[in-house]
């Protein structure tokens, strides 16, 4: 009979063993989904299992509307006993185990948070460490080379081959690119290699990290050989997916003495548990929040000039920043039907054109449009010709868009580009710095030239050196 004491609660010191520790981590989320969701409904929302890693990407309470922070200041406020419990019962778990304790650290990282639990649910107490399942030991005995080099190499090929159905369910049968695809998989990378490469003998740290950042290194090549993704996506997403599997490969460090049955389990359920998780994305179904970016420039120019400029602009020479030669879209000209509100704007990228309806038409102060249709953001590097990626079709939307020009007291005028957009891929904070350090490019290719253009329409003899200033309205 497990036996739960409301000391386990509160007493930093001393152990609990994994039935109580989950018996009481699962007591808890069940009262605090529901507090949630009473919280949620009372200010005309909803909550459902994944918004504890969605909503994450919310960072700060000062960014948020103004009509949203007083639920989400509740909501965080409510969290408080619940976090502080937790990482108690974490830590007594992770010392009952003879795993560091800085490892609670996860506890606080959304999708990880619950793999932890997961692990923390089934790795046994030192006492009760016990090699156990003998055909699994017999089989890793057997067949797993005892050179560093050769588990190393084994560990890194057998992870290859189960992540990548993973990744086939998430991207191909899902369509799903979000936290179970740059956050569970790298992860389950880092540490079932090191689970592995540490088989026969103890492996210091250096080794366990340089394992299971190559373990994700080579699966993105594996990735890229079989045309599931290309050159440019995979960069990105390189600097998030070798933290996840570096910290992976830490507790697979931690535990490495656990025994092949420990091993074997964590292995099993981890890679198990990973589209459980995939499928709650999926079918929670929401839509990422829109976001404002804006970049602006100061122009030597009336606003009259530059309205002329920016409504329809010319075709701007070939760019020799090499940020656009990676494949990554960019605007060559602008063209117009109509005049006023009832005009339709069309803006003409390297991969296609925007079809922008007018909806503001304010002479010389202010252009909004909408976007009816948008050509793909990129064209991705690979061996291959023609390569389909699910990514490159309504995972990023831009909604509206807008010129805004401010005459200044000595002659100049302000002119700002603002894009509204929203992806869906997460976790959002990590991909918004892409998407907003893109479109702050793109921007600039844009604002420069009407800069350059107006000004020397209007004569100017100014230096044509930009003076530009850049920001994120969150």
Not at 441 to 458: C, D, G, T
């Amino acid at each position: 009979m497990i036996m739960l004491k409301l000391k386990d609660l509160y007493q930093l010191s001393g152990r609990i063993g994994r039935a109580p520790y989950a018996l009481w981590g699962s007591i808890l989320f069940l009262i605090k989904y529901n507090l949630d969701r009473l919280i949620s409904l009372s200010y005309g929302h909803s909550w459902f299992i994944t918004d504890y890693f969605i909503q994450a990407d919310r960072l700060g309470i000062l960014s948020l509307p103004e009509e949203d922070k007083p639920y989400y200041l509740t909501l965080l406020l409510a969290s408080v006993p619940f976090i502080w419990v937790g990482t108690i019962l974490s830590v007594r778990r992770l010392r009952d185990a003879g795993i560091h304790t800085a490892l609670v650290g996860l506890f606080f990282i959304p999708f990880l948070n619950a793999i932890l639990f997961l692990i923390l649910s089934l790795i046994p107490s030192t006492s009760a460490i016990s090699e156990g399942n003998t055909k699994l030991s017999d089989f890793f005995n057997r067949f797993l080379p005892k050179s560093k080099v050769g588990s190393a190499a084994v560990a890194i090929g057998v992870l290859t081959l189960f992540g990548l159905p993973l990744m086939i369910f998430s991207v191909n049968i899902m369509g799903e690119y979000g936290w179970g695809l740059f956050v569970g998989i790298p992860f389950f990378l880092g540490m079932g290699s090191v689970l592995i490469y540490c088989h026969h003998e103890y492996r210091y740290i250096k080794e366990c990290l340089s394992v299971s950042a190559i373990s994700v290194l080579l699966f993105g090549g594996a990735l890229l050989f079989l045309a599931l993704e290309g050159v440019l996506c995979l960069l990105m997403a390189a600097p998030l997916g070798l933290v996840i599997g570096m910290l992976g490969g830490l507790v697979g460090f931690s535990i490495q003495e656990r025994g092949t049955k420990t091993a074997g389990t964590l292995f099993s359920f981890t890679w198990l548990m990973i589209p459980l998780l995939i499928f709650g994305e999926h079918t929670d179904g929401r839509q990422s929040e829109v976001v404002p970016v804006t970049t602006e420039v100061i122009i030597d120019a009336a606003p009259q000039a530059i309205w002329n400029e920016l409504v329809a602009f010319s075709t701007i020479p070939e760019p020799k920043d090499w940020f656009f030669q990676t494949g990554i879209a960019y605007p060559t000209h602008a063209e117009i039907e109509g005049h006023g509100e009832e005009a339709v704007r069309y803006c003409n990228f390297t991969t296609g054109t925007f079809v922008e309806p007018i909806d503001i038409w304010d002479e010389p102060r202010l252009l909004r449009f909408s976007v009816l249709d948008q050509p793909p953001p990129l064209v991705e590097s690979s061996p291959y010709e023609h390569l389909h990626l699910p990514h490159l079709e309504n995972y990023f939307v831009s909604e509206q868009g807008q010129f805004l020009l401010e005459e200044l007291p000595n002659g100049q005028t302000l002119l700002s580009g603002t894009t509204w957009y929203r992806h869906e891929i997460w976790p959002a904070a990590y991909w918004h710095i892409w998407s907003n350090y893109i479109l702050h490019k793109i921007h600039l290719r844009v604002l420069n030239h009407i800069k350059q253009e107006a000004e020397s329409k209007e004569g100017s003899q100014l230096p044509r050196d930009v003076n530009e200033s850049s920001h994120d309205s969150q």
